[in-house]
């Protein structure tokens, strides 16, 4: 028997996922819930919220029956959402707190939204122009929106304060595209996209519009400056390719890509929308309905998304390192779909090179986690690590006294890095793909956080504060 075939005799067995099932629904009413958000009304239906499945909620407001909008609005859409990701993979027992989620749907002023790892926090403010008051909690996309970080956390913790640009850009993209895929629950909003493109996904809508009311209030508050455009918050149907964050100004309209992780983070939903929309064509040439073509992409696309995030390791170049890990798991032909739309987004480039391992270090690997998973055609393995650094043991001192925010030295405290590794092994147990970060690589990412989180003012004690120092080491407080 061969190398990995031995080790993996050694692990330790793993309980298989158990189906998922909600466990405990009591009957509510049925909820007149608006789907999308206020700027289209017609979308409204009469729905039944999900029971309650292990990741437990609470809604403040919420009784038990039928209230107000913003209540009603988020309770249907965060049990729905959950149901729905939940059904795909249930790879998820419970929030990165380890307790219930409490969402409230009109905490304060202002035009934002954010989670905190205990709440989902949802904001309101008038429109300057059209006179209304707009509550986040009304859009269907920013709940989900918020959802999607808190579910996106639960599966991958380690993810938090992790100082990488792609990382914070993909849990932008992330929680954008369970936006998308908890809209694509309701056959209205599907009909309502195919009805506005004529069939055309690839032209903007219903879909891939995000967070249009808020979109438009936010260009009347701030008079389209800094490049903002009505319409909507973020657009799925876009060009961007991958480019270095490094490389990248730090921001920029709406029309150009910038380091900032919400621009960045729409290189890869652009990319998986592209796939969403490829699939469907696809399945749709093959005479299957409209709805139903578009069901089995949306299933399948969230799905090779779903599976990948456990198996892809932190690292820096993160989009490269998880389009690897869905092609792993994809069946032809959407594997060639999805490869030709991440080159073609030059996410995917040559192949990651390869270094020479002996019996001894294989082992090694291998018996260190117990990430290791079957794929076609060999074994994958994920070798997790929680190191940190201080940016002073690493850069010239000119430059560390250049990275001050008020009382904060961000350069000498620890922080976290995306320095794991990865390996793929053939069937003979020969090693044939190899990701590993070098310290070079690590450190340019941690620094360039650091620039990030300088020129935006986001660290300190105060509550608007994204970052926090805590024994002297920095971590996230919340995400919006």
Same mark, same amino acid.
């Given at each position: 028997m061969w190398l990995v075939d031995k080790i993996l005799e050694l692990l330790p067995k793993r309980s298989p996922s158990k189906p998922y099932e909600i466990v405990s629904s009591l009957a509510t009413p049925k909820i007149n819930y608006l789907i999308n958000d206020p700027t289209t009304p017609t979308l !409204? +239906?009469?729905?039944?919220?999900?029971?309650?499945?292990?990741?437990?909620?609470?809604? #403040?407001?919420?009784?038990?029956?039928?209230?107000? #909008? #913003?209540?009603?609005?988020?309770?249907v859409t965060v049990a729905n959402g959950i149901h729905a990701t939940q059904k795909i993979e249930r790879v998820i027992g419970r929030w990165a707190s380890g307790r219930p989620?409490?969402?409230?749907?009109? +905490?304060?002023?202002?035009?934002?939204?954010?989670?905190?790892?205990?709440?989902?926090?949802? &904001?309101?403010?008038?429109?300057?122009?059209?006179?209304?008051?707009?509550?986040?909690?009304?859009?269907?996309?920013?709940?989900?929106?918020?959802?999607?970080?808190?579910?996106?956390d639960a599966q991958r913790p380690d993810f938090w304060s992790t100082q990488a640009p792609e990382i914070w850009a993909f849990h932008e993209a992330y929680a954008d595209i369970t936006a998308m895929f908890h809209l694509m629950q309701y056959d209205e909003a599907l009909k309502y996209a195919l009805n506005e493109t004529d069939g055309n996904l690839r032209k903007p809508n219903v879909?891939? !519009?995000?967070?249009?009311?808020?979109?438009?209030?936010? &260009?009347?508050?701030?008079?389209?400056?800094?490049?903002?455009?009505?319409?909507?918050l973020r657009n799925a149907t876009n060009e961007f390719k991958y480019a270095p964050p490094n490389k990248l100004p730090k921001n920029a309209p709406d029309d150009k890509l910038a380091s900032e992780?919400?621009? *960045?983070?729409?290189?890869?939903?652009?990319?998986? *929308?592209?796939?969403?929309v490829e699939f469907y064509e696809y399945d749709r040439g093959k005479q299957t309905k409209s709805v139903d073509a578009l069901k089995k992409a949306r299933d399948r696309a969230f799905k090779y998304l779903r599976q990948s995030i456990r198996l892809t390791p932190r690292v820096p170049r993160y989009h490269e390192a998880l389009a690897r890990s869905m092609l792993l798991g994809a069946e032809q032909p959407y594997k060639k779909i999805m490869n030709n739309v991440f080159r073609r987004r030059r996410i995917l480039k040559?192949?990651?090179?390869?270094?020479?391992?002996?019996?001894?270090?294989?082992?090694?690997?291998?018996?260190?986690? %117990?990430? @290791?998973?079957?794929?076609?055609?060999?074994?994958? @393995?994920?070798?997790?690590?929680?190191?940190?650094?201080?940016?002073?043991?690493?850069?010239?001192?000119? &430059? @560390?006294?250049s990275l001050s925010v008020g009382d904060y030295d961000l350069a000498d405290l620890e922080i976290e890095?995306?320095?794991?590794? *990865? *390996? %793929?092994?053939?069937?003979?147990? =020969?090693?044939?793909?190899?990701?590993?970060?070098?310290?070079?690589?690590?450190?340019?990412?941690?620094?360039?956080? +650091?620039?990030?989180?300088? =020129? #935006?003012?986001?660290?300190?004690?105060? %509550?608007?504060?994204?970052?926090?120092v805590q024994k002297g080491k920095l971590v996230r407080t919340f995400i919006e």
């Open positions: !409204r +239906a009469k729905i039944s919220p999900a029971g309650m499945s292990s990741l437990k909620f609470r809604v #403040q407001g919420w009784t038990g029956k039928p209230t107000d #909008q #913003q209540v009603n609005n988020c309770y989620l409490n969402v409230l749907p009109k +905490a304060r002023k202002g035009l934002n939204a954010y989670y905190d790892r205990r709440n989902l926090v949802f &904001f309101f403010e008038r429109d300057p122009k059209t006179k209304r008051m707009v509550y986040t909690s009304d859009s269907s996309d920013i709940v989900a929106h918020e959802l999607g970080h808190a579910l996106l879909i891939s !519009r995000l967070a249009e009311e808020m979109g438009n209030a936010i &260009f009347n508050v701030t008079g389209g400056k800094g490049g903002r455009k009505p319409g909507a992780c919400h621009s *960045y983070g729409r290189v890869f939903l652009g990319t998986w *929308y592209a796939i969403l040559s192949k990651i090179k390869i270094l020479s391992k002996t019996d001894i270090e294989l082992r090694q690997i291998l018996s260190s986690t %117990e990430h @290791v998973e079957r794929v076609e055609n060999g074994t994958a @393995v994920r070798v997790p690590s929680s190191k940190t650094i201080k940016l002073a043991d690493y850069i010239p001192d000119g &430059f @560390v006294s890095v995306a320095n794991e590794s *990865y *390996y %793929e092994f053939d069937n003979k147990g =020969n090693l044939v793909e190899e990701n590993v970060a070098s310290i070079g690589q690590i450190v340019n990412d941690a620094r360039l956080c +650091a620039l990030m989180i300088q =020129n #935006q003012n986001a660290i300190g004690p105060e %509550e608007d504060k994204m970052w926090e």
